[in-house]
Nanobody
Framework: QIQLVESGGGSVHTGGSLRLSCTVSVDIISSYCMAWFRRAPGKEREGVASIDSDGSTFYADSVKGRFTISKDNARHTLYLQMNDLKEEDTGIYTC?????????????????????WGTGTQVTVSS
């Protein structure tokens, strides 16, 4: 059974940093498309970043240059390093997994229709 568990959320001031982790119960990180999504209050879930099996990374325009997605295949763990946080980054961050390639050309890499999801971790950024 595939389970994803996030950790590392919290409250920070604008300009601060957080690192989120997502630990997966089985070894799929090395072969699946892995991604981070977020849902801000009153808004729909949006894709933040994704990483392919070969390590290629993709980002939403709103976080490029500030967020970095990475993974440790041996530890079955996905990460999201978030720097220079802004109030609009506030939301529930959830990791997700989908079999196969991320296929950025199709938009699949950041669409919220992945097969497996964690329960999320809250990130709150305040001035």
């Amino acid at each position: 059974q595939i389970q994803l568990v996030e950790s590392g959320g919290g409250s920070v001031h604008t300009g601060g940093s957080l690192r989120l982790s997502c630990t997966v119960s089985v070894d799929i990180i090395s072969s699946y498309c892995m991604a981070w999504f977020r849902r801000a209050p009153g808004k729909e879930r949006e894709g933040v970043a994704s990483i392919d099996s070969d390590g290629s990374t993709f980002y939403a325009d709103s976080v490029k240059g500030r967020f970095t997605i990475s993974k440790d295949n041996a530890r079955h763990t996905l990460y999201l390093q978030m720097n220079d946080l802004k109030e609009e980054d506030t939301g529930i961050y959830t990791c997700a997994a989908e079999a196969g390639l991320c296929l950025p050309g199709s938009g699949r890499h950041l669409r919220p229709n992945f097969a497996y999801w964690g329960t999320g971790t809250q990130v709150t950024v305040s001035s």
